[in-house]
């Protein structure tokens, strides 16, 4: 394909999009965290039942998609000496961290019982509205930092990329940091509730150092917007409008559409995989550091070759491909496991050496799943932006803070759902929470409920981006045409 620079772009140091993809770090510690110890912590350590644990969450997760579309709008009209999404992006970070730490803290203040309930249900609502005023600006600083049709799909690639980096070296490194494995006879080290608190403080502090990094990187990028004409005003009205506009674009349809489906089955992994680690695979704290962090080196890897894929193809069929890794690696799962064609803890002898292969396979498809997952969510952030920027083109305000806020608060919202019914479905197979021993037949259902659904969702994402009509050439049109609709007041504007 031929590389070339549309009228109306600038192209960005690569060093620039590093240091913004820095900030994804502080998102993926707290985000990442809750999603991979959250749920054990209040259901295995504390005794809270699947049921509320899941309400909990999936009342937070709603929240946190309901405020999104209002934290885009007034990020895309703020009038700031330091521009529109800083302010928010350094405010709603150090709360996110603050509120992070609380939630590991509070229970020992408060106790058990419905209390517990109550607290996990608050902090989370407090940590969710910190994440959204935070990611909403995050995310739209991205799309006004890149122009470039290409250098979009580099920019989330690396924003992933260090997502997924702080996730190996947080969430994943700390199964063996924070939650080492007992003597033989002893409670799971995922019951013990001083491991929790241990973690929650490092990351919290980790959480801090990456929100300001980011905002000192990217302070090239501030615009003083106060004297300037931004967004279509605060009204209720505007508001209003702008949402409705958003949500009636057909080509931002398509781009939400593949997502949200491909988030549901990425969910039932991500919340049912770490089950699965303690009670079906037996993995030792190594086992599972390596497993959840090469998972999340695939998901990283994924995404930056998602980028080399969409220049070599287009981002379409780069989300094509990546959609069916990935429900491959999970059909591959239940074939192996629920088929009887391996045991979870089969060894076999190769040379005279114990090899188990049953941990080798559940390990190698639960990576895979990743980095097809890595290659379609990083590409989604990109198409997105380039959504904004034709709309852009026909109302003559650029709103990227909206179709962020809306880009956040669909997939927030699905996932609120997905992670609820998760959570039931954990106690609709027969799971005991509490107990360190499970059934068969419950691991056998858990298996199913994660990478069958799994599969069955991701591959749901071809035939939906199939009809993705936006390619580079379409694209490259636009940036002309915004070129020329621009050169008037540009003119005007020096005198011309």
């Known amino acids: 394909m031929e590389i070339h620079a549309a009228p109306g772009t600038r192209q960005v140091p690569f060093t620039h999009i590093l240091g913004y993809s820095v900030g994804d770090c502080a998102s993926s510690l707290t985000m990442n965290g809750i999603s991979a110890y959250a ?70 203040i408060v106790g058990r019982g419905e209390m517990l309930f109550w607290s996990a249900l608050i902090i989370n609502i407090l940590i969710r509205t910190a994440f959204a005023v935070f990611s909403v600006s995050y995310m739209a600083l991205g799309f006004e930092i890149c122009t470039d049709y290409h250098q979009r799909s580099h920019l989330q690639s690396a924003r992933w990329a260090f997502n997924m980096t702080a996730n190996l070296l947080g969430p994943a490194l700390g199964w063996s940091l924070f939650f080492p494995d007992n003597a033989a006879g002893k409670s799971e080290a995922t019951s013990k509730v001083s491991n929790y608190l241990h973690m929650g403080t490092a990351f919290t502090i ?4 990456f929100v300001l990094i980011v905002v000192w990187a990217t302070r090239r990028y501030i ?31 398509f781009v939400i559409s593949f997502f949200c489906v491909g988030q549901i089955g990425a969910i039932f992994v991500s ?56 429900a491959c690696a999970d059909l591959t799962a239940v074939v192996v496991f629920l088929g009887g064609i391996l045991k979870p803890l089969q060894i076999w002898m190769v040379g005279g050496c114990p090899v188990a292969i049953g941990k ?56 609120s759902v997905a992670i609820y019914v998760a959570s039931a479905c954990m106690a609709w197979v027969g799971f005991k929470e509490g107990s360190d021993i499970q059934t068969p037949e419950a691991l056998w259902w858990l298996v ?42 540009a003119a005007s504007e020096t005198g011309n």
């Open 448 to 489: 199913l409920l994660t990478f069958g659904l799994g599969a069955a969702f991701i591959v749901l994402v071809i035939p939906i981006v199939w009809r993705y009509p936006i390619t580079q050439a379409y694209m490259d049109d636009v940036k002309a045409a915004l070129a020329r609709k621009k050169a008037p007041a």
């Open 223 to 253: 615009v003083d917007t106060r004297g300037l004409a931004v967004g279509t005003g605060n009204s209720i009205n505007a508001f209003y409008n702008d949402a409705k506009e958003i949500i009636a674009d057909r080509y931002f349809r």
């Open 271 to 326: 919340t049912i995989q770490m089950y699965l680690y303690v009670y079906f695979a037996h993995l030792t704290a190594l086992e599972k550091t390596i497993v959840h962090g090469g998972g999340m080196v695939f998901c990283g890897t994924g995404a930056v070759v998602g980028s080399l894929l969409a220049r070599r193809f287009d981002k379409k069929l780069a989300v094509c491909m990546g959609a069916a890794i990935a």
């Open 39 to 108: 749920m054990l912590y209040y259901t295995q350590a504390l005794g809270l039942s699947f049921a509320r644990a899941g309400l909990a969450f999936a009342i937070a997760s709603f929240w946190d998609a309901a405020v999104d579309p209002l934290i885009g709008h007034i990020s895309d009209n703020t009038r700031s000496r330091y521009g529109r999404r800083h302010p928010y992006i350094l405010v709603g970070g150090l709360m996110m961290a603050v509120c992070f730490y609380l939630l590991w803290v509070m229970p020992t």
């Open 206 to 209: 980790a959480t801090i150092v």
């Open 360 to 415: 080798i396979v559940f390990g190698a498809c639960d990576m895979v799943n990743w980095f097809g997952v890595g290659i379609f969510a990083a590409l989604a952030g990109s198409m997105t932006a380039d959504v904004a920027e034709i709309d852009e083109l026909k109302s003559g305000v650029r709103k990227d803070g909206g179709y962020a806020a809306i880009f956040a608060f669909t997939t927030k919202l699905i996932s």
